[in-house]
C-alpha cells in the first residue's frame, strides 16, 4: 500500500470487527494517567508503557490503527523496531496526532479552538517519511449555560476542515473529531442537538475546503447524557439517538465512524456500540476509537512493572477484543466474561 493510497488506507482504519487504538496523550495527559497508579512520567517510563500496548501479540486482529504522539513516532521498541514499524509489522496502520491542543477562544468564555494549523503541510510531510498513515485532530464544544456559541462551533468546523484537506494533499487519511464534552449537566436532548449542530457544521466546512469524503474518518463522541444530568439514559436510547444524528448529519460517502470514548466507562462504552449495531441499517462501518476505554484496564495491570506486562497485555487484548465483537453487534454479558485466549 502506498503511502498516498487513501481510499485504500481509510478503508483499511474501518475493516470489519477492527477499531483504533487511540494513543496519542501528550505528555502532560499521560502524566496524569501515570499519576493515577503512582508511576513517574519520563520518557522511558512513556516509552516502556507504550511499548507494552504495542507489543501486545495478536492486537492487529482488533485493532486497525493506532493513533501515537510526535513523541511515540519517534521512539523504538525494547527491540530497536521504532514504533511505526512494528505496528506495521503486526498489520496496524500507525497515525499521528497533529493539533497542538485546544486554545481558550477569544471572547467567548468557557470555549476552546483547536490550534495547529501553522506549519502543518510541513509537518504532514515529516510525519509521512515517518511513516504514518494517518492523522487525527480533536476539536472540543463544551455544553453550559448560553454555550457553545455559533462563534466556537464556526471556528472548530473550519479549523478540523483545514485541517483535513492539508493532510489529504499531503497524503494523509484525516480523522475529524469534534468530541461534545459530556461534562456538565446537560440532558440527553441538549446533547443530540448540539451534535447535530456540530456535525452539520462540519461537513459544511469539509466541502467548502474541498475535502475527499471517502478518504476521511469521522470520530465523533456518542450521544449521551451530560456526566452531572440528573437523568441518565440507557444504553439503547444512547444508541438510538446517536445513529439518529449520524444519520441526519453525515454523508453516506465518509469511509467509516469510528468513536471516541470521552470519559464512559469502558464496559459501558462497548455496550453502546454493540447497540448501534443492533438499531441495523448503518451506511457507513461504524467501530470505535477509544482511549481510555481501551487503555484502562491494561494501565491499571500494568503498575509501570515490567512482571505485569503480560497481565496488562491481557487486558488490553480483552477489551480490544470485546469491542471488536460490538462492531459486529455480538458483544454480550457472556463474551465480557470469557478472558482472552491467544
Ligand atoms: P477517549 O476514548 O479516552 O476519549 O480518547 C479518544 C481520543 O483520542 C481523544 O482525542
Known amino acids: ?12 482504519m474501518v475493516a470489519s470487527g477492527k477499531g483504533i487504538l487511540a494513543a496519542d496523550e501528550s ?26 500496548l504495542f507489543s501486545s501479540k495478536g492486537l492487529g486482529q482488533f485493532i486497525s490503527g493506532v493513533i501515537l504522539y510526535d513523541e511515540t513516532l519517534r521512539q523504538k521498541s525494547a527491540d530497536g523496531l521504532p514504533f511505526g514499524s512494528l505496528l506495521e509489522k503486526n498489520g ?25 494549523l501553522d506549519n502543518l503541510p510541513r509537518r504532514c510531510a515529516e510525519y509521512v517519511k515517518l511513516g504514518a498513515k494517518f492523522a487525527k485532530w480533536r476539536a472540543v464544544i463544551t455544553v453550559g449555560r448560553d454555550i457553545p456559541s455559533t462563534t ?3 471556528a472548530n468546523a473550519h479549523a478540523l476542515a483545514r485541517y483535513a484537506a492539508i493532510c489529504q494533499a499531503a497524503g494523509l487519511v484525516p480523522i475529524v473529531e469534534p468530541e461534545v464534552l459530556m461534562d456538565g449537566e446537560h440532558t ?11 456535525l452539520n457544521a462540519v461537513y459544511e466546512a469539509l466541502y467548502l475546503n ?13 450521544v449521551i447524557s451530560g456526566k452531572s444530568c440528573a437523568r441518565q439514559a440507557g444504553v439503547g436510547e444512547v444508541a438510538e439517538r446517536t445513529v439518529r444524528t449520524l444519520r441526519r448529519t453525515v454523508p453516506a460517502a465518509v469511509a467509516g465512524i469510528t468513536f471516541l470514548s470521552g470519559g464512559q466507562g469502558d464496559e459501558t462504552a462497548t455496550a453502546h456500540l454493540n447497540a448501534m449495531h443492533k438499531v441495523g441499517n448503518l451506511p457507513w462501518p461504524l467501530s470505535f476509537s477509544y482511549g481510555r ?24 487484548l480483552h477489551r480490544a477484543r470485546m469491542n471488536g465483537l460490538a462492531c459486529r453487534g455480538r458483544y454480550s454479558a457472556d463474551a465480557e466474561k470469557q478472558p482472552f485466549v491467544a
Open 1 to 12: 500500500m502506498s503511502a498516498n493510497n487513501l481510499a485504500a488506507i481509510a478503508q483499511a
Open 27 to 52: 505528555t502532560g495527559t499521560i502524566e496524569k494517567r501515570f499519576k493515577s497508579i503512582g508511576v513517574e512520567c519520563t520518557e522511558e517510563s512513556r516509552r516502556g508503557y507504550r511499548d507494552m
Open 92 to 116: 496496524i496502520l500507525p497515525g499521528i496526532k497533529v493539533d497542538t491542543g485546544a486554545k481558550d477562544l477569544a471572547l467567548c468564555p468557557g470555549e476552546t479552538v483547536t490550534e495547529g
Open 152 to 154: 466556537c462551533i464556526a
Open 188 to 198: 440527553i436532548e441538549r446533547c443530540e442537538e448540539v451534535t447535530e449542530w456540530t
Open 210 to 222: 474541498r475535502v475527499t469524503l471517502e478518504h476521511s474518518v469521522l470520530k465523533p463522541s456518542m
Open 293 to 316: 476505554a481501551l487503555q484502562q484496564p491494561a494501565l491499571k495491570a500494568w503498575q509501570g512493572a515490567a512482571a505485569n506486562v503480560a497481565a496488562a497485555q491481557a487486558a488490553l
